[in-house]
């Protein structure tokens, strides 16, 4: 959409990039073997007759990748709100104007045509879901073939990329983990310091019992010295 990126990519990479809405665009029907929509499909004012000139665009066997942010059956605004949880930020009213559950966007697909759906961990799994779409049924291709593929002179980039993703996903793991150590430690060092506190209480309250007794002991020596 922005003509600059556009220039920026063609001088850069010297691969054809248009510029405009895909309805624009000069692309035959039925060309396509594959549209991927990263993060695209909640900014689109129209998704429903987007979305069904995107499926025109592609072969009979075609694939939709998409990434967009995914609004959960269980999320309650308001809750949102009061835990300041972190998908508040995908509520941008100038940007975002559409966000979709895992069952409105199979029901949109499903309107137009498109019943096979394959949902995939994403990219930014904390917030996002990622899925695959065909007016056919989704065939997995065999584990032989895909590093076949993947390990070919245009694959090898690929690979890399899902190799550091899969090293991310185990840091995010790990760094979880340690979360979970430190809360529990935390959770422990609290204990004991309220622990600490209560006999800290208990030994000022005995020290001034203590005290007490020891200005009565003396009270009474003063006073049988006195009476002698």
């Known amino acids: 959409m922005s003509p600059w990126v556009v220039e920026f990519g063609q001088k850069t990479f010297d691969i054809p990039i248009s510029v405009g809405p895909l309805e ?23 998704p429903v007759g987007t979305m069904k000139h995107a499926l025109k665009l592609l ?35 100038d940007e975002h104007l559409y966000l979709f559950t ?4 199979a029901r949109l697909f499903h309107e137009l045509g498109a019943d096979h759906l394959g949902f995939e961990l994403p990219m930014f799994y904390q917030y996002d879901m990622f899925f695959v779409v ?3 049924p989704i065939s997995i291709v065999p584990e032989k073939e895909r590093q076949e ?16 993703d899969e090293r991310v996903k185990a840091l995010d793991t790990h760094v979880k983990v340690i979360e979970a150590d430190r809360e529990e430690r935390l959770d422990k060092i ?11 209480a208990d030994r000022a309250d ?21 009476s002698k």
């Not at 308001?78 to 009213?93: C, T, Y």
């Not at 895992?102 to 966007?105: A, E, I, K």
């Open 102 to 105: 895992q069952q409105s966007v």
């Open 149 to 164: 593929a993947l390990c070919s002179t245009t694959g090898r980039f690929v690979q890399a990329m899902l190799d550091l």
């Open 59 to 93: 072969k009979p066997e075609g694939l939709l990748l998409i990434q967009t942010p995914q609004f959960k059956e269980e999320m309650v605004y308001q809750e949102l709100v009061d835990s300041n949880g972190a998908f508040l930020e995908q509520f941008k009213s």
């Open 206 to 226: 005995r020290l001034t019992q203590i005290l007490t007794l020891t200005q009565m002991v003396r009270d009474l020596q003063a006073s049988i010295e006195h």
């Open 24 to 46: 624009n665009l000069d692309l035959p029907i039925g060309s396509l073997d594959v549209i991927a929509l990263m993060d695209v499909l909640e900014h689109l004012p129209d």
């Open 190 to 200: 609290h204990i004991l310091d309220q622990q600490i506190k209560v006999i800290d």
């Open 134 to 136: 065909s007016r056919k």
